[in-house]
């Protein structure tokens, strides 16, 4: 069959249609039951919620838990971490396992911005006891920070929440990780940098994505007096990572993160500061809000 037929039988069929409701009602009580026809099917798509409803009732995109535990003390953070997630034993124990050893760099520590003055600023002003890190990679901005709170004689914990995946791909092009069976090495190679540092007594890491280490933190009452917000930059994870690190902000304790500069991460923290009545101040690539 082909174009034109189709055309042709639409009409036809039609017209004997309506010559068929011809002999059995009269045409004006035709149209009024035509009418009535068209109202309850319109009534009928109307009134089916997933076709019409709108958006603006929809508040789950932004409703994130309002109350984490009563806090630990500082001085038990590392010890809550090494019991709920390590059965009580330090990851830093008998490290590097031997199949890992000669895969491992001696040191292998490349960042972003990891050494900006940004660190030094707040660690300075805010003493911090507990920092936590959301996106740690290998290592660099966390060992950076150990550095700068011995110096003050701070003794401060730094928890390192990363998947230690880093990206898709990233590795083929760096060629600097030598993977295992699919996996990058990451975790070890981070911690190899962390013992290059001596810094295994001050470091302690959640290797999971950002969300369900953030909430395990919520849960298990870890604050931080200072939370570092650097995983992924699109809009998206920057604000689902920035509400989640929120949580677990010490009263009083300063919120920031890298990257500025991103579209992302810019609406998300433009976005958070207004919902939450913050200030943002800009120091070298970092936000900062207070
Ligand atoms: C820019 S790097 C962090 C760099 C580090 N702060 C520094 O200055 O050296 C980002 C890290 O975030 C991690 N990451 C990204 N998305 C994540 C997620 N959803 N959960 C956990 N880690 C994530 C990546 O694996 C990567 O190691
Ligand atoms: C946790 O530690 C206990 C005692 O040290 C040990 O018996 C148990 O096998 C460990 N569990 C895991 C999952 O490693
Ligand atoms: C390593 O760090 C410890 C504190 O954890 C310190 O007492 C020691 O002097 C450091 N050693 C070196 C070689 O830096």
Redesign the pocket.
């Known amino acids: 069959m082909n174009l034109d037929d189709r055309d042709q039988q639409h009409p036809r069929r039609k017209s004997q249609f309506i010559k068929r409701m011809e002999t059995t009602v009269s045409k004006p009580r035709a149209y009024v039951i035509l009418l009535i026809l068209v109202f309850i099917l319109g009534y009928l798509s109307h009134s089916h919620p997933l076709l019409s409803q709108t958006a603006s009732d929809v508040y789950e995109h932004n409703s994130f838990p309002n109350e984490c535990a009563a806090p630990v003390p500082a001085s038990d953070v590392r010890r809550t971490i090494i019991s709920r997630v390590f059965n009580n034993t330090s990851p830093w124990e008998s490290f590097p396992p031997t199949h890992a050893r000669p895969l491992l760099w001696q040191e292998w520590n490349k960042?972003?911005?990891?050494q900006m003055p940004v660190f030094e600023h707040l660690i300075e002003q805010v003493r911090p006891r507990t920092i936590i890190?959301v996106?740690?990679?290998?290592?660099?901005?966390a060992t950076h920070m150990v550095g700068l709170t011995r110096k003050l004689g701070l003794d401060t914990q730094i928890v390192c929440?990363?998947?230690?995946?880093?990206?898709p791909g990233y590795y083929d092009e760096e060629k600097s990780l030598k993977m295992v069976n699919g996996d990058s090495l990451?975790l070890y190679q981070f911690m190899q940098n962390v013992v290059r540092a001596n810094a295994t007594e001050s470091i302690i890491m959640l290797p999971?994505?950002?969300?369900t280490?953030l909430g395990g933190l919520c849960d298990w009452g870890v604050y931080g007096d200072l939370v570092e917000v650097?995983?992924?930059h699109d809009f998206h994870?920057a604000w689902v990572d920035i509400n989640n690190a929120f949580k677990v902000l010490k009263p009083g304790g300063v919120l920031f993160g890298?990257d500025y500069a991103w579209v992302g991460v810019r609406t998300a923290v433009h976005i958070f500061a207004r919902v939450h009545g913050f200030q943002i101040r800009i120091d070298g690539e970092h936000w900062i809000l207070y």
């Not at 996106?135 to 901005?141: D, I, P, Q, R, V």
């Not at 929440?161 to 990206?167: E, K």
């Open positions: 960042g972003w911005g990891s890190e996106g740690t990679f290998l290592g660099a901005s929440i990363d998947d230690f995946r880093g990206w990451l999971f994505s950002a969300g280490a650097d995983a992924a994870s890298h």
